[in-house]
Every structure is written in C-alpha cells, then in structure tokens.
C-alpha cells in the first residue's frame, strides 16, 4: 500500500465534518503563510494592506490572469481544491 492508498483509507474513516474541518484548516494555513510572506516583503504595510493584499491573491487564484507573484498561492489554492476533492473521491474508491 502507498502514502495515497493509505491517506485515503484514512479520510474514509473520516466524518464529512471531519473531512470539511481539515479543508478548511488547509485552506486559513494557506492565507496565514501567504500573509507572512506578503509581511516579509513589505515591512513597510500595515497589517490591513497585509489582509487585503491576501484577500485579493485568494480571490484571483483561480482565475488565468493571476499576476506571477500570486503563483505560489494559486498553488497552495489548487492544493486546498485537490484536498477538498477527497470528499468525493473517499466515497468512490
């Protein structure tokens, strides 16, 4: 058995809610690293601009015209979407 069978075993044992919480925990790990990265950058932002910046990155992640420095978060928004995937793929294999 590989690490994707047995991560899979392990979110069948899962409760949706269980399922949901953990997407959700991947997704605000996402936006906190991103802000700290955005605050490492631009010591000079208040932590509002820090916050918008963030909300804006996360907003556009998805879209095709995401700028270059918003591709390591399009990453980390394609991971959550991969991740949240399995609340579908648990209950077909």
């Not at 910046?53 to 700028?67: H, L």
């Amino acid at each position: 058995m590989n690490a994707r069978q047995i991560q899979i075993e392990i979110f069948k044992k899962m409760s949706p809610a269980e399922k949901l919480k953990l997407s959700m925990r991947l997704y605000w790990s996402a936006r906190r690293l991103k802000a700290s990265w955005l605050r490492q950058q631009h010591p000079d932002w208040t932590e509002e601009q820090v916050q918008n910046k963030v909300t804006e990155i996360f907003r556009n992640a998805r879209t095709s015209s995401v700028p270059r420095s918003s591709r390591a978060v399009q990453s980390a928004w394609d991971f959550v979407c991969i991740h949240l995937d399995f609340l579908s793929i648990c209950d077909e294999e």
